[in-house]
């Protein structure tokens, strides 16, 4: 299965290697009874009751004792386990992957039915930023200088590609669906926050919010730290925000139903494949998914090779600045972070509604990867209006869920660690720094524009003066310059201009 | 072939109570304290002090402080010390770390202050850094983890190394430097280092053994020497020939089975004054039952050897003792030196018997 092999997060210096085999084996905590079923009947079932836990019933066990029934602890599976993984635990994952293919496309847009007709079904794609940032890194590095290629650039040249070549009716960039995410962020923020004030010191599981657009966190924090669900943001990711708008706003206006439309995404990550194949955005109604098929930034490298076209040639018009033709703004900036702004976009909020003036203040921890940001009150004895963090990579994400865990009282792990400690961590007196209320978690080290699906570095990776290995920053750097290139020459200034104000 | 060895090893103590096999050692740095482990999820601290009885006799005294049940679900695989010898860390196939602190000087209770979460297997092996400030495990999960000491029983993740491509057996910190060793049944072990403005990353690897290497051990002081111990049955002896770069300069063999655990302490002061194993004594135990204790010495350096030449010329080595069935038929799992001075001659085992001994080395005259 090409998953495993193209489903690495390679070149992060603190990910992961993957392996062939299925290293999480099944464990069978019951001892194998005597007694012989027939050949293939299943021994056990298992059952679950209304509050989720799981049991395994044992037709055999239920007549020896009343209560048959054992309670299953529960399988941890991590990222590593999963990523690291061909041979899928649940065989569905994978087939869903083979759905998520550039070949899938391909045979799509050759068996769809002949426009006009009623099975003709509108095939739209939608790409995300970060994915135009790396493709125009790689055409500048490939070009002198004063040949610079900025997303929007590429933006106008796949337009042509994917419909002159390859047939695809509309093409979008992500970033409305972004902003629109963005907003409802900040509204499911405020919401919590107004919770958690309500209820004081028996709030639970309201703040920190954590952000929810990275499935790859999603990911590891639903197989191995379901403590911290409860604080994942109930928001859509961009691109799940894009399905919607794509399939239930712009398609009635095409005069199609959902399942009338065929919507691919191009991603800076694999993992968006599944985001895109989970249940929540399956509509039943009309048996389609919001997103039929995610890409990554390679595989629609690859597809632009395939194909014979060259992304390094202008086409016309590449530079004007604005284009709403295809009835979505185009390229909606967001300054913060390559990974989409969403810490940012909830502090703009604050400092823009909080009563008078308040002022931000950075602290990186340990590495750019880690960034807390405080907003305080500018008068004497100011109050900590906001705590904030940016925390990327897996390293930095075990520290954020220690001490989320930690500073919530949720235990964090499995029951075993949590007897062990009798000395319970009770918080000094005086202690009151302030507890995060929302984090920007993103599973790979450098956010996405660092995503497993981006183009690889032409070149081998370099070598330092010891022959030691320096990992792929420099690219990740080149990626993260591109995505900010607006064209206009003034990139670095309007990164950090509040998005509000303009 | 024993008659021939200079010196033996006399049997100080045998502190039974592990209900399962002994697992491994850890000699307290600062206290008279032994910790042993084992796969009933225990730890068991003894205390030692001169056999008040017997003036003439020297002999140390043994006896069982407290044991720890540590709530760990399964078997407590490794033990280690702080440096300040007022943390002990315990490392268990329930693939969680425990971190224990007494409340008091005079409390009795070993408390849990801290569990360090993050493998998803059996954690293998831990030990903390000569300053303190840093604690290394590893897992069958392949991973080595990194994780910075903060006050209050607080830790962070700084670093999770996935080098390995199999199960890692061992972690051990240079004595000096800030260098993590990491052994592994992929045969092979690995350095690392921390690059000041990024990570940690693996520097080099070191490739010989032909098969496990289970345990790691830093000759002690400004340490240009690192043992591995291996199921091929040898024990190999890495020579830093340059600021990063080491290569096996000797072989010792003479067990018959894996070599599950190797030690690398400072000789007697009695022996380093006649200038003889100025680089340390070397035990090495495994599968056969066998203790082999080996002395090296410095190479004599060849003045006209240029230093800018790498100098892998293997250090002086001699058999010394060598204890049969140290455990009876069952398996050592575990030789560990006491680190403290005035104390290294003594030597502790652990075995599949559940036992724990401690050894002196004396000579055979």
Sequence with gaps: MAFSGALTLTDLNDFINPSQACIKPVEQKDAPRSQEKEAGAALTEIMIDSSGTYYEVSSLVAKESPTGNTKLAQAHISLNDCLACSGCITSAESVLITLQSHTEVLNFLASNAEARTSEHKIPVVSIAPQSLASLAASLSSTSCIDRRVTPRQVLRRLKVFCKDVLGFAHVFDTTFARELALREHVKEFLERKEAAEKQGEAAEGQLPMLASACPGWICYAEKAHSEMLPFIAKTKSPQQVMGTLVKSWMGPRWGKTPDGVYHVTVMPCYDKKLEASRKDFYDELYATRDVDCVITTGELEMMIREKGWDLSAPVPGELEMSDASEGLPELVRHPGTSSGSYLQSIMEHIERTWEGPVSVSVKMIRNSDYEEYTITEDKEGGKVVFKGAKCYGFRNLQNIVRKVGKERGVRTGAGAAGRMMRRTAVAKKGDVEKKYDYVEVMACPGGCVNGGGQLKGAKEEEKGADGVKWGSKELTGKVEEAYWDGGDGDSREWRWQRRWDV | ?365
């Design chain 2, 1 to 365: 072939m024993d008659v021939d060895l200079p010196y033996r090893l006399v049997p100080v103590a045998d502190l039974p109570g592990h209900d399962d096999r002994a697992w491994h050692l850890a000699w307290n740095p600062t206290k008279t304290i032994l910790a042993s482990c084992s796969a009933d999820k225990t730890v068991r601290l003894y205390s030692y002090s001169p056999s008040t009885n017997t003036a003439e006799n020297p002999e140390l005294a043994f006896k069982f402080l407290t044991s720890i049940p540590t709530g760990h679900t399964k078997t407590v695989r490794s033990v280690a010390w702080s440096p300040s010898g007022q943390t002990l860390a315990t490392g268990s196939f329930d693939s969680n770390i425990g971190i224990w602190e007494k409340d008091g000087e005079d409390a009795d209770e070993w408390e849990c202050v801290s569990t360090l979460e993050g493998h998803e297997t059996e954690c293998k092996s831990i030990e903390y850094s000569s300053s303190g400030s840093l604690l290394a495990s590893c897992s069958r999960d392949k991973t080595v983890w990194i994780w910075e000491v903060h006050p209050e029983g607080d830790f962070e993740t700084i670093s999770v190394l996935m080098e390995h491509t199999q199960d890692v057996k061992c972690v051990a910190w240079h004595p000096e430097e800030e260098i993590l060793a990491s052994a592994s049944y992929d045969d092979t072990i690995k350095l690392y280092i921390e690059d000041p403005s990024d990570d940690w990353y693996c520097f080099s690897t070191l490739t010989g053994h032909a098969s496990t290497v289970w345990a790691l051990a830093w000759s002690p002081g400004t340490s240009s020497y690192l043992a591995s111990a291996s199921d091929d049955k040898t024990v190999r002896i890495w020579k830093r020939v340059a600021q990063h770069k080491w290569e096996c300069v000797l072989v010792l063999g003479g067990h018959d089975r894996s070599v599950y655990s190797i030690s690398w302490g400072k000789a007697p002061k009695s022996r380093r004054s006649s200038g003889l194993g100025d680089l340390g004594w070397l035990a090495s135990a495994g599968g056969d039952g066998t203790v082999l204790i080996w002395e090296l010495s410095e190479p004599k350096s060849l003045e006209d050897s240029s230093p800018s030449k790498p100098d892998s010329t293997p250090p002086k080595h001699k058999l010394i003792a060598s204890l049969p069935s140290a455990h009876g038929v069952y398996d050592v799992n575990s030789a560990v030196w006491n680190p403290r001075p005035g104390y290294e001659d003594l030597l502790a085992t652990a075995g599949d018997d559940g036992h724990a001994r401690v050894w002196r080395v004396v000579p055979s005259a």
